[in-house]
């Protein structure tokens, strides 16, 4: 009796795993499925995991229409290299002193750091404040340094580096070396699973900036990726309310690019996560243990 | 989880802190010229912090500071210190909160919403992670790990085509569903009340394979005897969740609930304007506060009510984080910020 109700209740915790992972994997097979198909069968029968006619006339169109994808790609990829190696360096530094047990005035920058936490001033002033004061208005700057430092991630670093043994950079000192060249040479080496996380969530979190560019972006040249797929989103969503009132609106939604070209859109800004996420997701998952488990 | 460490640490720096400044006040004389000491000795550490220290005093503290435009009207030709008060001082304030039923609604969705997300996503979170645990098999349970993890890596700007794939009222999957079962279709995108269930949905999608990861690590921090002994007595595998594995989680559900019930007054901004396309129809249980001012301030241009509310929200913010900081703290001393 009791083993009958044992495999019961296992059978039920297979089926709640397996029908959520499928569930998690679905819509992105469903883009991919949606970007290869005529229009025509969209409309007609509905979005399909795999259409029955394959074509590629959405990423034909999308080709055609080049400049803007490539443009938006080169933003991103810009953007994600400077501002990852700067976040972990910036961020890396502050944790190397908030780390060192005797320095000076340690406590009083932890607090410095800390208070950064726990309030904030809003969205209203730090739009004015990097707007009217520091000129970030359509400027490469916008996307990269806002997000540069993170009292997380700080934290973060500066527990790991903590574990350091003080001896390390007491004999390297001993030999001459300056205090950059300890933080470089030897504390980003030792802390390489810390650092791995760091540098693996600050990348996916410039990859996937759209409010940055949302807020302080208005020339489309500097348009980040996500940035790009937002707006063509939103000019279908407004054709297609006003397509309903207007003739014109419905004229121009014809020439506009349908469904399979927002799903290719799609396919064409992930694509690069997607492709990598087999290979990274292991040091995500020990990323999320290091700050779980005390490392 | 990756917060609960650190907070452990914070509450000793605290505690530095103050007993530093006790220290430094006695020695007051010599405060002057070991600062100088100090800097000579360590100035090259000092040089590497700045960078940091400059980067959040931007962007940080001069908008803590920028919190004043609340009480100003404020122009953008004069700046924050140029513009003029407001007269009487509380007027945008008042604007806010009289017969502001917008403002009101954006309050009550942000909260409402935020407690939904907070009850359905703690619940499905724990019992997933509960459930990957118990799948003997390495390789489907890698699997499936994978794969509920996946969603956490899309911006939000992805998930709301995805949500257009399924919900749309031509093309959409669950639209064809319906169709497919002889029903009729359902304007999901016209239709507010539909709303709640779906961002909750949407929530649970995108985040519940990393809170699983997160509580999955602390299982897996459980000391095995306790299992063992359980099963010497004769305990099934469903009683030792019960009996061992929630109690032992406990303190780990309340305080991360408690750091999300402190971040209330915050919605996730992506969420709620890429995954509703920002469509006003869906204004009534979907607008909150961060969308509220977003329009304000970007569409409308009302600078004097979005920093109002603004205002509003952090400052509630900051009482609803010491709040429940504090409980946190009652509850268990070591896993408090401060």
Redesign the interface.
């Known amino acids: 009796m009791?083993k009958e109700?044992?495999t019961v209740?296992?059978a039920l915790?297979?089926i709640?795993?397996?029908l959520?992972?499928?569930?998690?994997?679905y819509?992105?097979l469903?883009?991919m499925g949606?970007s290869l198909m005529t229009d025509r069968e969209?409309?007609l029968?509905?979005?399909k995991v795999i259409p029955s006619d394959i074509t590629f006339d959405s990423y034909r169109l999308i080709w055609a229409n080049k400049n803007m994808i490539l443009n938006g790609y080169k933003v991103t990829i810009i953007v994600t290299i400077l501002g990852t190696c700067c976040s972990v360096i910036?961020?890396g530094?502050?944790g190397?002193?908030?780390s060192?047990r005797q320095?000076?005035?340690r406590?009083?920058?932890?607090?410095?750091?800390?208070?950064?936490?726990?309030?904030?001033?809003?969205?209203?002033?730090?739009?004015?404040?990097?707007s009217?004061?520091?000129h970030l208005k359509d400027t490469l700057f916008a996307l990269i340094?806002?997000s540069?430092?993170n009292?997380?991630n700080?934290?973060?670093i500066r527990?790991y580096f903590s574990g350091v043994p003080e001896e390390m950079s007491e004999s390297a000192k001993l030999d001459g070396a300056?205090?950059?060249t300890i933080?470089f040479r030897i504390y980003l080496i030792l802390a390489k699973p810390v650092i791995a996380t760091v540098t693996l969530f600050a990348a996916?979190g410039y990859w996937?900036?759209?409010?940055l560019g949302l807020?302080l972006i208005d020339n489309t040249e500097l348009h980040p990726l996500?940035m790009l797929?937002?707006s063509m989103?939103?000019n279908i969503?407004y054709l297609q309310?006003m397509s309903q009132q207007s003739s014109e609106a419905q004229s121009m939604l014809a020439n506009v690019p349908g469904?399979g070209v927002?799903?290719a859109m799609?396919v064409i800004?992930?694509g690069p996560?997607?492709l990598l996420?087999?290979f990274l997701?292991r040091y995500?998952?020990k990323g999320?243990?290091v700050?779980?488990?005390?490392g | 989880m990756l917060e609960f460490s650190i907070l452990n640490d914070l509450s000793k720096e605290g505690m530095k802190v103050l007993k530093r400044k006790v220290t430094a006040a006695e020695n007051r004389k010599s405060v002057g010229g070991r600062l100088l000491v100090a800097l000579k000795r360590h100035w090259q550490v000092y040089l590497m912090m700045l960078p940091a220290a400059v980067l959040l005093f931007l962007f940080a503290y001069l908008p803590m500071g920028g919190l004043v435009i609340a009480f100003k009207d404020y122009q953008f030709r004069d700046g924050i210190w140029g513009s003029a008060w407001m007269d009487p001082w509380y007027r945008n304030f008042e604007i806010l909160f009289k017969n502001n039923a917008n403002a009101m609604r954006a309050i009550r969705n942000t909260v409402l919403l935020n407690l939904l997300f907070i009850v359905g996503g703690t619940v499905f979170s724990l019992a997933l992670a509960l459930a990957l645990n118990e799948v003997t098999n390495k390789q489907l349970k890698k699997i499936c790990q994978s794969f509920s993890f996946l969603p956490y890596f899309v911006s939000t700007v992805v998930v709301g085509i995805f949500v257009t794939g399924m919900l749309g009222y031509e093309s959409g999957v669950v639209n064809r569903f319906i169709t497919a079962l002889s029903g009729e279709k359902v304007a999901f995108y016209m239709n507010p009340a539909y709303w709640p269930i779906i961002l909750l949905i949407v929530n649970i999608w995108k985040g519940a394979g990393y809170n699983a990861v997160v509580y999955l690590a602390t299982i897996s921090g459980f000391d095995e005897t306790y299992y063992e002994a359980a099963k010497i007595d004769g305990a099934s595998r469903a009683q030792q969740i019960w009996y061992i594995s929630l109690p032992l989680l406990k303190p780990t559900v309340i305080i991360m609930t408690l750091l999300s019930i402190g971040r209330i007054m915050n919605a996730d901004f992506g969420l709620f304007y890429n995954v509703t396309g920002d469509s006003p129809l869906l204004y009534p249980t979907t607008d909150v506060l961060d969308t509220y001012i977003f329009r304000a301030l970007r569409e409308t241009g009302d600078i004097g009510m979005s920093s109002a509310t603004s205002f509003f929200q952090s400052v509630v913010g900051f009482v609803m984080v010491v709040l429940s900081n504090w409980i946190a703290r009652k509850y268990e001393k070591d896993s408090a910020l401060f």
């Open positions: 009791k109700k044992m209740g296992k915790v297979y709640y795993v397996i959520f992972a499928l569930i998690c994997l819509p992105f469903l883009t949606g969209a409309t029968e509905g979005f910036v961020n530094m502050m190397y002193g908030l060192r320095l000076p005035g406590a009083v920058v932890n607090l410095y750091v800390l208070i950064t936490m726990l309030f904030n001033g809003g969205m209203v002033s730090w739009y004015i404040v990097c009217r004061y520091l340094v806002p540069l430092v009292a997380w700080i934290f973060l527990n300056s205090e950059f933080f996916l996937n900036d759209w409010w807020m996500q797929l937002r989103m939103a969503q309310t469904n927002k799903m799609t800004t992930t996560i997607i996420y087999p997701q995500f998952m999320i243990m700050g779980a488990v005390k």
